[in-house]
């Protein structure tokens, strides 16, 4: 597959069976290893480590030594008979994908912009990243090679959904007319505006609010599993986050280089690190200068460049976020779509 890393596995065994069976599955990478010197060096590369201490050779570090290694190092571990009886149950476990360390591009993935503070350009940054998801995973699904080589592909619709009060930003951004959330979620005949391969969804927030959550919620439900990113634009807090919140695979929170955005941003991190778990928060931060390094104190996983004509949505910066997010994945599509041509990208 080209859209997938291997799951790293440690070989410390000498049954034969442990070797066919790894044969066997195209997902996996391993490594052999009997001394234990070499298991200790190949231990950070490994995922899963499969040893019989009966068949390592002791040297230059002791059995107990090795396995202090083994234990402080958090590899999973098990004995090649445990394997043998069940492998999928070690290796399936192994495909967890973390943002920023995929092993495989997931089917769907929701990504969320999301600040306190206003004007810093999240719509941008949301729009951008549809936009450039769409065209790129396209070009790459024309790319006669991939196409040859029979991986499997990713899906490329995309949709933008606002989360705001007030006018609609992604109705005044695109400059196209379009249904609003309201009419969406309660008229079955109402069609979502596609616009350049990506799917809008603008709010109407006050008549929206009217509605039940568990409608909207019903109605986000069946979108996103129709798309493959969903890219959502949101202020906070607010009043129908909860309709929206439970299929957030990533809250990549929003500053720029004003201080109280970076101040409300590290706030908003805490806040929503603590209801959704720290590996599902981001910070970015948008417009930064040439020269500026950025506030070291400050752990930026995202850091976007000003760039000029913002507003034109050529996907630099949704190139950017997409770079980091799906890493280290995502440079196959993108190396694929920008030998297809893919100049608006460069
Ligand atoms: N990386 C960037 N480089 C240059 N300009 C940018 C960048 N990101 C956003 N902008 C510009 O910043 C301005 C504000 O952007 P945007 O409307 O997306 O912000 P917002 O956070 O959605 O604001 P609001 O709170 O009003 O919804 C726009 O003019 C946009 O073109
Ligand atoms: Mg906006």
Redesign the pocket.
Known sequence: MVVAQPIRVLVATQTEQVYEILESRSDVRYDIALYTGTIRDLLPEAQLIIIDYDDIVEYPLSEVELREQIFSAQVRECRSEDFIADPDSFLSGMVINRPGAMISLPDRYCLA?V?Y????????????TAYYYAEAVNKFLKNRRVRREGVKLPGSSAMVVEL?YGVS?LVS?TGIEMPSLMNLATDPESQLQVHRGVSLVPMDYDNVRMLAVDLLERYFRRQIEQHALTVV?A?WPHGLAEALSPFVDLWVV?A?ERPDTVANACKLREELAAAYGEDRVWLLQ???SAKSEGNQQIPWNIR????????ELRGE?GRTILSSVFAPLWTDIYDTSGKAGASKFK
Request: aromatic fraction near 4%; glycine fraction near 10%.
């Open positions: 912009f600040s503070s206003g004007g810093i350009g999240r719509t941008t940054l949301a729009l951008d705001s930003s951004l634009d202020i929003v720029s948008n417009q930064t976007v460049p000003r760039v000029t004509r913002a507003d910066l």
